[in-house]
């Protein structure tokens, strides 16, 4: 199997997936607003080792997510995402680019009209894009058709135009 390039292994993280705690209950191991990120994962329906970012779990509290996952070695958390999936009151999963800075995004995207070289700005809390080639293009609204690509993906595809 080929070696990731850096920019690939970038993509790979902006895609893992992701949820958002939205709401509280009984015995709830996280805090509304926490971005809990699945690592390692192989495909959906399996088990991802995972942390809820820029927290730093002790021993005894996963004591208290045993009804939500499962252990492994040391103070790793496995979750399963299915966990997560039948309760969309306590867990939204999060879009590719949603709770994310704009320096964590990618340079180049994919729509269904073609690859862009892209520049970020956040307004109102809400992330929107512009075509960094064309100082004319509107910024616009990153939606779920738009998915971060590589510079190689990029060029392939200016080359064939």
């Known amino acids: 199997m080929p070696q990731l390039t850096e920019e690939q292994k970038g993509i790979e993280e902006l895609l893992k997936p992701r949820y958002l705690c939205i709401a509280d209950f009984w ?15 192989k495909d959906y329906h399996d088990f991802y080792t995972g942390d809820v970012l820029g927290k730093d779990w002790s021993t005894a509290f996963m004591e208290l997510k045993k009804p939500y996952q499962e252990f492994s070695e040391g103070t790793s958390i496995v979750w399963n995402m299915r966990a997560f999936t039948p309760y969309p009151h306590l867990f939204r999963k999060l879009e590719w680019w949603e709770h994310r800075e704009v320096s964590e995004m990618p340079e180049y995207v994919k729509s269904p009209i073609g690859f862009f070289k892209v520049e970020w700005i956040i307004r109102n809390d809400e992330l929107f894009l512009s075509d960094a080639t064309d100082k004319n293009d509107p910024w616009i609204k990153v939606s779920p058709t738009i998915l971060p690509c590589t510079s190689t993906d990029y060029l392939n595809f200016k080359n064939k135009q």
């Open 27 to 41: 015995n709830n191991p996280f805090e509304v607003g926490d971005v809990i990120q699945f690592e390692d994962y």
